[in-house]
């Protein structure tokens, strides 16, 4: 697509600049360290990686996000689709995050200041700089009404179980025990930007 279109744009075509949004999603694999940042290993035989390889190499820019949230995208209406079971729930450590009006000034960012900063053929992750642990989620939610007598929800129930079972005294987890926690700083302080919604 950008050699078609170079090709047939050819007095333009200089001053384009592509920019493709990808995911986080291509760090989830195993890793040296407990901290994955842009120059980390991600997974190369992955399609979207593949195509923002590609791209990169044509001078283009790839923003890879965290899970994308705000508007009618809340975390919290993701619970009864990923912690359905308590073995789900056991399973669930990191969450990575970033709000949609974050990533909007993430973009006009990286076109505002592409030559400065050298955004062509360049990689970057993009999170609100939180590592939320899910159990804390899960227990931060625990009430699903606004009921006095109400039972919190399964999930919340679980994680103490859970809590008791792999004797976690308190929440949320520590790093480590999280797993994989993104480190996005280098986007923020390369494009002189702080997030503008960063917790949930």
Known sequence: LVWS???????????????QLGSTGIFQIEQKTTWVDRHSDYNKENARAIAEDE??????????????????????????RVATTKDQVRSK????????????RAILAIFDKW????????????????????????????????HVD????????WVYELMEEEGVKALPRDMETLGR???SRDFWKTFGLTPLRSRI
């Open 150 to 157: 109400e039972e919190p929800s399964k999930q919340s129930q």
């Open 181 to 183: 926690c993104y480190d």
């Open 115 to 146: 030559e400065k900063n050298k955004a062509s053929g360049t990689r970057w992750m993009l999170t609100d700089g939180q590592v939320y642990c899910w159990w804390s989620l899960f227990v931060g939610w625990a009430r699903e009404g606004k």
């Open 93 to 104: 450590k990191s969450l990575h995050l970033v709000h949609g009006e974050d990533v909007a």
């Open 5 to 19: 279109y170079n090709f047939t744009h050819q007095r333009v075509a200089p001053n384009v600049r592509y920019l």
């Open 55 to 80: 791209l990169m190499s044509m001078g283009g820019c790839v923003l890879n996000l965290a899970g994308l949230w705000g508007g009618e995208r809340q975390p919290k209406s993701w619970v009864g």
